[in-house]
């Protein structure tokens, strides 16, 4: 909804994992090159402990993207699995041919080290990936220490990475699983991020995004958003995202603190606009039934007063629409307008460039706004280098651009030659947009 406002190409805070937009700071990059080491090295268990939404699963991701070609990954995802399965479920990843209803754990424990062996033989490394860890029962703790025995003279056969939560620590001090913490020779910690770095992580999911380097938070909304998110990266992507959401809906060019508390707000308020139509809907349904029992109760009688009330019952099953405001009332063309708004579909086929810069945005009620606008930008001559762009959105926006350049350089300079007048709308440089947005 708020893409084209701001000038991007697609969603900047998605919360889906997506490794072609990882973000290597706040220590994630270098965690991500030391387990790719300790893989290299063969030794050991590792051991990834991060709060939820701190960015385990992306990292897992990247491991799987950036691990050498002959490394073969099994993952678990399935936590819970009991102790007994778990031999079950290696095997049945690597494609070994067990049947867990005829074969003892001894015997499938024996076939999975015979494959293990075969894939060493053949250059492969296997490491197995657990995630949820801090939700596997004890026993099954214990079997993955047994595992880890697997191994040739020199080298593990199953090399182990374990990803949870802080409660994965506490799981491992259980002292039936002791011996499981004298394996683990790695250990990385996913810290939450600071504001400052949550301003990087900001910038660089917007610059992924199509951004074109404009500062679209402030700081003093960055460092409520990293205040509120407590630093983790999935919280700080659905707060951004409704912030941005809010900036769009408000027509303010920049994200602010009022947009960051507007998305705080928003599962309150969205409850209570929910909590006060289901209570409308039931009142009108009660005082329906009752209106219409009067009614046949008084008809039987051959009472003729009761008509009000029945015209009354109609209005709640099929209201009478009121009429509009003069604010909601449609706009009368204006000629400028109306020009440019013809005129932008030809200005999108014709012109070659790939900057233009963003002067004003208003919404699709402000035609007179907008229309007041131009005719002031044609008193300082430069009616011909603006277009006019309507969104096909629900409120149906207006967006006003400026000249059309090649080269970003050449946008830059233009902006920064832009007459006071102009500048101070908050204009931007963005992409000329596309007709397949349209």
Same mark, same amino acid.
């Given at each position: 909804?708020?893409?084209?406002?701001?000038?991007?190409?697609?969603?900047?805070?998605?919360?889906?994992?997506?490794?072609?937009?990882?973000?290597?700071?706040?220590?994630?990059?270098?965690?991500?090159?030391?387990?790719?080491?300790?893989?290299?090295?063969?030794?050991?268990?590792?051991?990834?402990?991060?709060?939820?939404?701190?960015?385990?699963?992306?990292?897992?991701?990247?491991?799987?993207?950036?691990?050498?070609?002959?490394?073969?990954?099994?993952?678990?995802?399935?936590?819970?699995?009991?102790?007994?399965?778990?031999?079950?479920?290696?095997?049945?990843?690597?494609?070994?041919?067990?049947?867990?209803?005829?074969?003892?754990?001894?015997?499938?424990?024996?076939?999975?080290?015979?494959?293990?062996?075969?894939?060493?033989?053949?250059?492969?490394?296997?490491?197995?990936?657990?995630?949820?860890?801090?939700?596997?029962?004890?026993?099954?703790?214990?079997?993955?220490?047994?595992?880890?025995?697997?191994?040739?003279?020199?080298?593990?056969?199953?090399?182990?990475?374990?990803?949870?939560?802080?409660?994965?620590?506490?799981?491992?001090?259980?002292?039936?699983?002791?011996?499981?913490?004298?394996?683990?020779?790695?250990?990385?910690?996913?810290?939450?991020?600071?504001?400052?770095?949550?301003?990087?992580?900001?910038?660089?999911?917007?610059?992924?995004?199509?951004?074109?380097?404009?500062?679209?938070?402030?700081?003093?909304?960055?460092?409520?958003?990293?205040?509120?998110?407590?630093?983790? *990266? !999935? /919280?700080?992507?659905? $707060?951004? %995202?409704? @912030?941005? &959401?809010?900036?769009?809906?408000?027509? +303010?060019?920049?994200? =602010?603190?009022?947009?960051?508390?507007?998305?705080?707000?928003?599962?309150?308020?969205?409850?209570?606009?929910?909590?006060?139509?289901?209570?409308?809907?039931?009142?009108?349904?009660?005082?329906?039934?009752?209106?219409?029992?009067?009614?046949?109760?008084?008809?039987?009688?051959?009472?003729?007063?009761?008509?009000?009330?029945?015209?009354?019952?109609?209005?709640?099953?099929?209201?009478?629409?009121?009429?509009?405001?003069?604010?909601?009332?449609?706009?009368?063309?204006?000629?400028?307008?109306?020009?440019?708004?013809?005129?932008?579909?030809?200005?999108?086929?014709?012109?070659?460039?790939?900057?233009?810069?963003?002067?004003?945005?208003?919404?699709?009620?402000?035609?007179?706004?907008?229309?007041?606008? *131009? !005719? /002031?930008?044609?008193? $300082?001559? %430069?009616? @011909?280098? &603006?277009?006019?762009?309507?969104?096909? +959105?629900?409120?149906? =926006?207006?967006?006003?651009?400026?000249?059309?350049?090649?080269?970003?350089?050449?946008?830059?300079?233009?902006?920064?030659?832009?007459?006071?007048?102009?500048?101070?709308?908050?204009?931007?440089?963005?992409?000329?947009?596309?007709?397949?947005?349209?």
């Amino acid at each position: 909804m708020y893409l084209d406002y701001f000038g991007l190409q697609k969603k900047p805070f998605g919360i889906t994992p997506d490794t072609s937009i990882f973000f290597a700071g706040a220590e994630r990059g270098d965690i991500l090159q030391a387990i790719l080491y300790a893989l290299k090295s063969g030794e050991g268990i590792v051991k990834v402990v991060g709060e939820v939404g701190s960015g385990k699963t992306m990292l897992s991701r990247m491991l799987a993207n950036n691990a050498p070609s002959n490394t073969v990954f099994v993952f678990l995802i399935n936590p819970s699995i009991q102790a007994d399965q778990i031999v079950y479920a290696i095997a049945h990843d690597l494609g070994l041919n067990v049947d867990k209803l005829v074969e003892q754990p001894i015997q499938v424990l024996h076939c999975l080290q015979r494959g293990l062996f075969e894939l060493h033989q053949a250059g492969k490394r296997v490491v197995l990936v657990i995630d949820e860890a801090q939700q596997m029962p004890l026993s099954t703790l214990e079997e993955i220490r047994l595992l880890s025995n697997l191994e040739t003279e020199t080298e593990k056969l199953l090399q182990i990475i374990m990803f949870g939560q802080p409660e994965l620590d506490q799981h491992i001090d259980t002292p039936s699983v002791r011996q499981l913490r004298e394996r683990i020779t790695y250990e990385f910690y996913l810290s939450p991020l600071s504001w400052e770095m949550a301003a990087s992580y900001l910038a660089f999911r917007l610059e992924r995004a199509g951004s074109q380097g404009r500062e679209v938070f402030t700081s003093s909304a960055i460092k409520l958003l990293s205040k509120r998110s407590n630093g983790t *990266l !999935r /919280r700080l992507n659905v $707060l951004a %995202d409704k @912030a941005l &959401l809010a900036a769009f809906l408000q027509k +303010s060019v920049q994200v =602010d603190v009022k947009q960051v508390k507007a998305a705080l707000n928003d599962g309150k308020k969205q409850l209570v606009i929910n909590s006060s139509r289901y209570l409308t809907a039931s009142l009108s349904g009660v005082l329906l039934v009752l209106l219409l029992a009067w009614y046949g109760f008084s008809s039987l009688l051959g009472d003729k007063t009761t008509e009000p009330y029945l015209q009354l019952a109609h209005s709640l099953i099929e209201p009478v629409p009121a009429p509009l405001s003069a604010d909601l009332m449609p706009k009368p063309k204006v000629s400028l307008l109306t020009a440019k708004l013809e005129s932008f579909e030809q200005w999108q086929q014709q012109s070659q460039a790939q900057y233009t810069i963003r002067l004003l945005a208003a919404a699709g009620d402000k035609a007179g706004l907008v229309e007041t606008f *131009l !005719r /002031r930008v044609q008193n $300082l001559g %430069d009616i @011909a280098y &603006l277009q006019v762009y309507r969104l096909e +959105s629900k409120n149906q =926006d207006y967006i006003v651009y400026y000249g059309e350049f090649l080269k970003h350089s050449d946008a830059l300079k233009a902006l920064k030659n832009l007459p006071l007048k102009l500048k101070k709308f908050g204009p931007y440089i963005s992409t000329v947009p596309k007709l397949s947005r349209q």
